[in-house]
């Protein structure tokens, strides 16, 4: 305020000057005046505007110069600040303040930045960004451990890694993810990589992150494996202990009476040849029992790939509805269904997602089965969306009697059922084709409140 205070006095001083030596001037070529007197007044008004220009480019030029610095980060220039009793130096004290103003803003940005970028380096995940073209802006110590390498300018480099890593790299959208083995140092590492796009300045990034979990994958599979034998030995040893039972009694009631004296074969009763009979058809039952068993473990292990295509969410619920349309009735279950927006698509192998949604409706319905006792009406709710993460989920909700915490930890390990009559393969077979889309299901659930199943696909 003080400097624009000055300039306005200085240039109207200057500017009331010029116009007293122009009247001045005027009034000495209509008067008789002497020629010397003339040419000195005309040359004071010369200099006087020569003066105001001076004044004024000298003040341009300041600030062009100004400018200059803060358009080029130059912060190191300063202004001198000796007191010369114009108004520049009004001018100059506010250019260093502002240009103070802006060293501590870069000062802090500069600690703000090697703060971030320490972190970055000694967090435990590898992380790596990189534009549109594989060029790599930023990769930690973390990230260069896990990929064997020392430098990375271009993620097409880790082509000497992996082919495979790189077109997962560079195809991953946001939210998509995928897991890689790679081969280290004649070791094989299995890496979680998580993606994320992002915007710069309108200029397009990706995030990547990277986390080794082979110990993690070993521990679950020896979980998965001591989980499976367990079922395993319980389902046949439920088999083959009444088999060996019944054919050792058959054998040696067969055996008392073929080797007696006077065996004859009409002196088998009727109620001995009905027991033999029973035990037989027990065996015969039991063995079936057991081929089952080994059937449905076999599918678990021939899920083929998926062929996928784009349908419309609609018309994958509403046929299973409908299939199922006698089931819902029977047990008077009102159906609430959302899709928003109406056509939302989903690329799916239609065949084996309906088979996943088939299983989860139908536990809804047997759900709501046993909910007579909780005095309520009976709902399943299917609602589609796409969520923030622009991922797409299918809901299945029922108000039945839900799932008891240590029951809801196991659902989707193979053959384990709540069921009398369940086999314990729906909600495996379930999780290995969701895997298989990229996917996920989830489950939540509130004893006497209901259970919720949740389906993620990639959009």
């Known amino acids: 305020m003080a400097y624009s205070n000055n300039f306005k006095v200085n240039l109207i001083v200057r500017v009331l000057l010029i116009f007293c030596t122009c009247i001045l001037l005027v009034d000495l070529f209509y008067t008789e005046s002497y020629t010397l007197t003339k040419v000195l007044v005309g040359s004071l008004l010369i200099y006087e505007i020569y003066v105001l220009i001076k004044y004024l480019d000298k003040t341009n030029q300041e600030l062009a ?7 080029y980060d130059d912060f190191t220039h300063t202004y001198s600040t000796k007191k010369t009793g114009t108004s520049m130096d009004d001018l100059y004290v506010q250019f260093n303040n502002v240009i103070k103003k802006f060293r501590e803003i870069r000062a802090e940005k500069e600690a703000q930045h090697n703060y971030l970028r ?16 594989g060029e790599v802006q930023i990769i930690n110590s973390t990230a260069k451990s896990l990929l064997g390498v020392d430098l990375l300018k271009n993620v097409q480099q880790l082509s000497s890694v992996s082919e495979e890593l ?4 560079l195809e991953l959208k946001t939210g998509g993810r995928d897991l890689m083995k790679i081969e280290k140092k004649g070791e094989e590492v299995q890496l979680a990589i998580y993606a994320i796009e ?46 060996s039972s019944l054919a050792a009694t058959v054998e040696t009631e067969l055996e008392s009476q073929i080797y007696a004296d006077d065996f004859k074969v009409e002196d088998i009763s009727k109620d001995d ?50 299939l199922l349309r006698f089931d819902i009735e029977q047990n ?28 989860l409706i139908k536990n809804a319905i047997q759900a709501m089965g046993e909910n007579d006792e909780l005095q309520k009406p009976k709902e399943i709710s299917v609602c589609a969306a796409v969520e923030s993460d622009d991922r797409i989920t299918v809901k299945i909700k029922d108000n039945g009697t839900g799932i008891d915490e240590e029951a809801l930890k196991k659902v989707f390990i193979p053959f384990f059922t709540t069921k009398k009559s369940g086999s314990g393969i729906g909600l495996s077979l379930s999780k290995q084709i ?26």
């Open 118 to 133: 320490t972190i970055v380096q000694h967090v435990g995940i590898g992380i790596i960004t990189f534009d549109k073209s």
């Open 332 to 359: 008077n279950i009102k159906i609430n269904l959302s899709v928003e927006p109406e056509q939302l698509m989903v690329r799916v192998d239609k065949e084996q997602v309906e088979q996943v949604l088939i299983n």
């Open 434 to 459: 969701m895997r298989k889309h990229n996917g996920n299901i989830s489950v939540q659930s509130v004893v006497n409140e209901g259970t919720e199943f949740t389906l993620s696909f990639p959009r």
């Open 166 to 169: 790189v077109n997962s790299l």
């Open 273 to 322: 040849l009905s027991d033999f009979h029973m035990a037989l058809q027990t065996i015969h039952k039991r063995s079936e029992g057991l081929i089952k068993f080994v059937s449905d473990f076999r599918n678990l292990t021939r899920i083929p790939i998926p062929q996928l295509e784009d349908i419309l969410i609609c018309d994958l619920i509403n046929p299973i509805l409908n």
């Open 198 to 243: 992002l915007m710069r300045r309108d200029e397009e990034f990706k995030l990547i992150s990277i986390q080794n979990i082979k110990s993690e994958l070993e521990e679950k599979e020896m979980d998965a494996w001591q989980n499976l034998i367990r079922v395993l030995t319980h389902e046949i040893m439920n088999s083959v202990t009444p088999i």
């Open 65 to 71: 110069g100004f400018l200059n610095s803060i358009k």
